[in-house]
């Protein structure tokens, strides 16, 4: 790629002529995406950044300085377009996580009042009784005591991560075997 080629291009495009920046995404895009698939962690998405990244590039094309690299102009804005989806994502898994600390220590604390009634609790309950000691206990400090996970890794003697893994594995066996044995999903009852 000849960046004064490149840079013919880009001033093209900034004069006026939008159909020259197809000619700059199809001189750019198998180094730009090399580089996504490198710097992002999350390969499915390569795509849809690197299109966000040209889009953005595009609306910003005044902003960039003819004579300098343009490739690693598009990289740093395809760098910044990972950074917010990273935010996202995190924000996401955060937002989840508390949804589903939240109505576990519902369910736990309707399981620890009788009633009879309930069949999802009755089947919770059922599913806390075959959980081991230690993920027992794990749930036991998270919810009934409402421990934060670096207290309950402080006591544990574990590594915080190791307990929202825990955490993670443990909701996710309970909601499966609740499941199984609630009569709408096809259990025993």
Known sequence: MDG???DQKIRAVVEGKTESYREVVLLTQDRLRAYLLHYCPWPD???DVAQET???AYEHLKDYSPGTNFLAWLRTLAKHRVQILT???ANQ???DR???DALLAEQLA???EPDPGSDRIEALRGC???LGDRPREIITRRYSLGQTTHQIAEALQMARNHVLVLLFRIRERLRLCVQGQLPEAGGSS
């Open 98 to 100: 508390r949804y589903g």
């Open 128 to 130: 806390l009784g075959k």
């Open 45 to 47: 998405t390569i795509d």
């Open 110 to 112: 309707q399981a620890a």
């Open 54 to 56: 040209y889009l953005y």
């Open 4 to 6: 004064d080629d490149l």
């Open 93 to 95: 898994a955060r937002r």
């Open 87 to 89: 935010r996202k994502l």
